[in-house]
């Protein structure tokens, strides 16, 4: 079995998970939760692969690595390395080391709320709200670091 690291921005979490070096193909999709892959480079030896197709769903998280570009990623990827000759191998580094690497942006939605009746300045000058009720939402980014869950 090959070790693999898999990133879930919406949990904010990675994990190792164990790939059928057989059919990595298939452990890939199946762990991604997609039927297209796309591979990205994050350092010199490593690489993810990814839903080539996450950015056309409904998106409820992203990831990113600040250090190497900006790029935001949509769904979950697998984190693996490239050997000299070419030839697909486990990470080189701990998993420690790509959970502070790497970023999470997760969607929150945030209250946005209006005045129902303000009532006159008080002695102070001060107005007070006397009520408010719910205007809408704006969506907003949340940073997040990974957490690394143990298996």
Not at 115 to 131: K, L, S, W
Request: one cysteine or more; hydrophobic letters at 45%.
């Amino acid at each position: 079995m090959l070790t693999a690291y898999l990133i879930d921005p919406t949990a904010a979490t990675i994990c190792k998970v164990r790939l059928n070096p057989s059919n990595v193909g298939a452990a890939l999709r199946h762990h991604i939760g997609c039927k297209l892959l796309d591979r990205v480079w994050i350092d010199d030896r490593h690489f993810v692969h990814l839903d080539e197709e996450a950015l056309l769903a409904p998106v409820t998280g992203l990831w990113y690595v600040p250090h190497s570009s900006p790029q935001p990623y949509a769904g979950r990827a697998v984190i693996l390395a490239e050997a000299r000759n070419g030839a697909v191998e486990e990470p080189l580094r701990p998993i420690e080391h790509f959970a502070s690497a790497i970023r999470v942006a997760r969607p929150v939605a945030v209250s946005q709320f209006t005045d129902i009746e303000p009532a006159p300045a008080d002695a102070m000058g001060v107005n007070v709200i006397i009520g408010a009720r719910l205007a809408g939402f704006k969506l907003e980014l949340e940073d997040l670091p990974l957490s690394v869950l143990q298996s």
